[in-house]
């Protein structure tokens, strides 16, 4: 049990390190191709809408990604784990089955896949919508003209 527990630390502060290692590296990339050229180039309005627009943007991949992790979790537990789901396969897959039973397992599946991927699918979202708006603000020089 102990040697299961250090396996686990041990993987969550490699995980940590990597996502600092990642954000850092990602940071230093756009204060130096993107913010600091705007600061040599005195386009101030452009570079305050980078220095809004960049975070909301980064945010928001960290929220879709966060929903992915949620949605494929949550996926593989209902496939590993949902006896009802594993039953309702065998059913559809026996052709012997009546073709009404076979709709009725089919649509019991369906519906156990939506409501497993209700959480992910909302967080997917949540963070399409913060990258939108990241980029509609980097980008609002060109937009409003």
Request: proline share 2%.
């Amino acid at each position: 049990m102990k040697a299961q527990e250090a396996n686990n630390t041990v993987l969550k502060i490699i995980v940590t390190v990597c996502i600092v290692v990642f954000l850092i590296v990602i940071l230093w990339s756009v204060v130096t191709e993107t913010l600091l050229p705007l600061y040599r180039n005195k386009e101030f309005g452009e570079l305050i809408y980078n220095i809004v627009g960049i975070p909301v943007l980064l945010i928001g991949v960290g929220i879709f990604a966060y929903g992915g992790w949620i949605f494929a979790r949550d996926t593989s537990r209902l496939m590993n784990d949902n006896i009802q789901l594993a039953e309702n396969v065998d059913i559809i897959k026996d052709k012997t089955q009546p073709k009404n039973k076979r709709k009725t397992a089919r649509n019991e599946n369906t519906r156990i896949l939506f409501t497993t991927w209700k959480k992910g699918a909302f967080w997917l979202l949540i963070g399409a919508i913060f990258i939108i708006g990241g980029g509609l603000v980097i980008n609002l020089k060109e937009i409003i003209g």
